[in-house]
């Protein structure tokens, strides 16, 4: 029997592994997907919040976000299934001079990448989300065009327009080796199989060192846990995703927004970092956020949470994504590191995956593989991680 043979093999059919291989074959090229979990979306894809902005401090970060809220605003018109997406913006608040001194700051970095994006005063602030204390409000940073959409269901949209395109995907199945031989990809190997290619893309999120280490390399991706959770849906109230980035005892920061279809869907970041993958969630995090976001918006007191539960963010030790063209091994791309992004990043990580393995970069695609080298020396932390 014959070995089947692919242009690209995608390990990872998750937020970044279903848009890169659904424009890899929109570029012509025939592709295969492997995921060890039983369906689409299933490792961390699903425990996303579904918040998607440009808003960041690094460039390159901010170009891709800013295509791939193209793709997400963009999906329903065009293929005509309802990924959920509302354009609500994002209200970074500010109750510190030392966030307001930050938040002024990055505004340089941010509309020189080509972010729509102002500082809003106290008072323009409340106009645009009026439940925030008043108390101690110094303003804010409020990018309009950012937005959300369901995790799911454009997981789902991106898996259904890669079959269109000709994408087989194979799940529960794990990689066990991806084969080489002077130097150059040749294969992947499962625990079902062994398929022949000349690439493979590397886009499997919290799991992507073990498939490095599977090429005989490696990655500095390590997971840590975050938790979410929704309450029950109830009439609109709140527009935009509402970020505090205060630190307080047991977080760094934590955000919030009501989905469309009602429901509020928050989420906090850890301090000190939950350093694992333990996706259980726990006791702990919901009295801590719900004290936080009352204390923000006094009128979310009156909620119930339906529930909460437990993902896992790749993180790098810079907080940046890995991507581009391995040194040591000639057809081999990463695509990971996203840092608990990878939703919003997960289309324009994609779409550059597939310029970058078709030989076809676009002019801006160079200066992004730069900043975003899986060889790169690790310095700073992006200061909104």
Same mark, same amino acid.
């Given at each position: 029997?014959?070995?089947?043979?692919?242009?690209?093999?995608?390990?990872?059919?998750?937020?970044?592994?279903?848009?890169?291989?659904?424009?890899?074959?929109?570029?012509?090229?025939?592709?295969?997907?492997?995921d060890?979990f039983?369906s689409?979306?299933?490792?961390?894809?699903?425990?996303?919040?579904?918040?998607?902005?440009?808003?960041?401090? @690094?460039?390159?970060?901010?170009?891709? #976000? +800013?295509?791939?809220? $193209?793709?997400?605003?963009?999906?329903?018109? !065009?293929?005509? =299934?309802d990924?959920?997406?509302?354009?609500?913006?994002?209200?970074?608040?500010?109750?510190?001079?030392?966030?307001e001194?930050?938040?002024?700051?990055?505004?340089?970095?941010?509309?020189?990448?080509?972010?729509?994006?102002?500082?809003?005063?106290?008072?323009?602030?409340?106009?645009?989300?009026?439940?925030?204390?008043?108390?101690?409000?110094?303003?804010?940073?409020?990018?309009?065009?950012?937005? @959300?959409?369901?995790?799911?269901?454009? #997981? +789902?949209?991106?898996? $259904?327009?890669?079959?269109?395109?000709?994408? !087989?995907?194979? =799940?529960?199945?794990?990689?066990?080796s991806?084969?080489?031989?002077?130097?150059?990809?040749?294969?992947?190997?499962?625990?079902?199989?062994g398929?022949?290619?000349?690439?493979?893309?590397?886009?499997?999120?919290?799991?992507?060192?073990?498939?490095?280490?599977?090429?005989?390399?490696?990655?500095?991706?390590?997971?840590?846990?975050?938790?979410?959770?929704?309450?029950?849906?109830?009439?609109?109230?709140?527009?935009?995703?509402?970020?505090?980035?205060?630190?307080?005892?047991?977080?760094?920061?934590?955000?919030?927004?009501?989905?469309?279809?009602?429901?509020?869907?928050f989420?906090?970041?850890?301090?000190?970092?939950?350093?694992?993958?333990?996706?259980?969630?726990?006791?702990?995090?919901?009295?801590?956020?719900?004290?936080?976001?009352?204390?923000?918006?006094?009128?979310?007191?009156?909620?119930?949470?339906?529930?909460?539960?437990?993902?896992?963010?790749?993180?790098?030790?810079?907080?940046?994504?890995?991507?581009?063209?391995?040194?040591?091994?000639?057809?081999?791309?990463?695509?990971?590191?996203?840092?608990?992004?990878?939703?919003?990043?997960?289309?324009?990580?994609?779409?550059?995956?597939?310029?970058?393995?078709?030989?076809?970069?676009?002019?801006g695609?160079?200066?992004?593989?730069?900043?975003?080298?899986?060889?790169?020396?690790?310095?700073?932390?992006?200061?909104?991680?």
């Amino acid at each position: 029997m014959s070995t089947a043979v692919f242009d690209v093999i995608v390990i990872g059919a998750g937020s970044v592994g279903m848009p890169a291989a659904m424009y890899l074959a929109e570029m012509g090229m025939k592709v295969l997907v492997l995921d060890q979990f039983s369906s689409p979306g299933q490792g961390s894809n699903k425990a996303a919040i579904g918040g998607i902005r440009a808003t960041h401090s @690094s460039p390159a970060k901010i170009k891709l #976000c +800013l295509d791939s809220l $193209r793709t997400f605003s963009g999906w329903k018109d !065009e293929h005509g =299934f309802d990924i959920e997406w509302a354009r609500g913006g994002y209200a970074f608040v500010a109750y510190r001079p030392e966030e307001e001194r930050l938040l002024k700051n990055l505004l340089v970095v941010q509309k020189a990448a080509g972010l729509n994006i102002d500082w809003k005063d106290r008072a323009e602030l409340l106009d645009i989300s009026p439940g925030l204390r008043t108390e101690g409000l110094l303003g804010g940073t409020f990018s309009p065009e950012d937005g @959300s959409a369901s995790p799911m269901r454009s #997981c +789902l949209g991106f898996h $259904r327009r890669a079959l269109e395109l000709g994408v !087989e995907c194979r =799940f529960n199945e794990r990689v066990t080796s991806i084969m080489r031989r002077k130097g150059k990809v040749v294969g992947v190997r499962t625990d079902k199989g062994g398929y022949a290619t000349g690439c493979v893309v590397n886009a499997a999120g919290a799991w992507a060192r073990a498939v490095a280490q599977a090429g005989g390399l490696d990655a500095p991706v390590v997971p840590d846990c975050h938790e979410a959770g929704i309450t029950e849906a109830v009439a609109p109230f709140l527009d935009p995703m509402v970020v505090d980035i205060r630190p307080a005892p047991g977080s760094a920061n934590f955000y919030f927004y009501q989905h469309k279809p009602g429901q509020v869907v928050f989420c906090i970041t850890p301090n000190p970092p939950i350093v694992g993958s333990d996706r259980r969630e726990t006791s702990a995090y919901l009295p801590m956020i719900a004290r936080r976001m009352v204390d923000l918006m006094p009128k979310l007191s009156n909620l119930k949470v339906r529930r909460t539960w437990r993902g896992l963010y790749p993180m790098t030790p810079d907080g940046a994504p890995l991507v581009g063209r391995s040194q040591n091994l000639e057809g081999y791309i990463d695509a990971i590191g996203m840092c608990g992004q990878g939703y919003m990043l997960g289309p324009g990580v994609g779409a550059l995956v597939a310029r970058l393995a078709t030989d076809r970069l676009q002019e801006g695609d160079a200066g992004i593989l730069e900043e975003l080298s899986p060889s790169r020396a690790f310095g700073g932390v992006e200061a909104l991680k």
